[in-house]
């Protein structure tokens, strides 16, 4: 009996003294984007070198450069506040044109109401409005499009833009293809506008 008591307590002691280390004070994590994947980060300094490549991988600052895991508990507590303080990513939405003029399709339409909400929901918004078109027609006559059904949509959404701290309402014409044509080419996804929300 006395055997399995001095057994179970030998086996308490080592599990405690395998209870993983605190992280250090100072550490380089790498966090994962909205969409889950992560890039990797390359750490080195006198003490050695590290890469980070999967979510939440961390590295000491003042010691090795030994790869450790953070848990998202001791990531809240250390960097919580500052993570919480970040703006939202930005939000991107693109809004297409009939051909040759500055109306927009039905389906677009139905974005108008997204965007709106999108500027309202943020403490404070700027906004980029970008005019864009295909191919046919002069480079000239495209930019003037261009900025028309950017101004048209800037029109539709008054109540965005009396909202947002900062609008930006510009034309690239024909020179920023979303979809590569040659010249002269009719390409709906290229008759756009696309709008910023930061």
């Known amino acids: 009996m006395r055997r399995r008591?001095?057994?179970l307590l030998a086996a308490l002691l080592l599990a405690g003294c395998a209870t993983p280390p605190a992280p250090p004070r100072a550490y380089v994590a790498l966090?994962?984007?909205a969409d889950g994947s992560t890039g990797r980060v390359?750490?080195?300094s006198p003490a050695g070198a590290a890469e980070l490549k999967a979510p939440r991988q961390a590295v000491a600052l003042d010691?090795?450069?030994t790869v450790f895991t953070v848990s998202p508990e001791q990531l809240q507590r250390?960097?919580?506040?500052?993570?919480?303080?970040?703006?939202?990513?930005?939000?991107v939405f693109v809004l297409y044109f009939d051909v040759?003029?500055?109306?927009?399709?039905a389906a677009s339409q139905a974005l108008l109401a997204d965007i709106l909400a999108d500027v309202k929901s943020r403490p404070t918004a700027d906004l980029s409005i970008i005019g864009h078109t295909d191919?046919?027609?002069s480079a000239e006559q495209n930019a003037a499009l261009a900025l028309r059904r950017a101004e048209q949509v800037g029109q539709l959404l008054k109540e965005a833009i009396a909202a947002a701290q900062h609008v930006d309402i510009t034309s690239h014409g024909e020179t920023n293809l979303l979809v590569s044509t040659p010249d002269e080419t009719a390409e709906p996804r290229n008759r756009r506008v696309e709008v910023t929300v930061r």
Request: avoid cysteine.
């Open 5 to 7: 008591v001095s057994a």
């Open 135 to 137: 191919t046919v027609g």
């Open 78 to 91: 250390d960097a919580g506040a500052a993570m919480a303080a970040q703006p939202r990513p930005p939000r």
């Open 63 to 65: 010691g090795p450069a």
């Open 31 to 33: 966090l994962e984007n």
């Open 42 to 44: 390359v750490y080195s």
């Open 100 to 105: 040759g003029n500055a109306q927009i399709t």
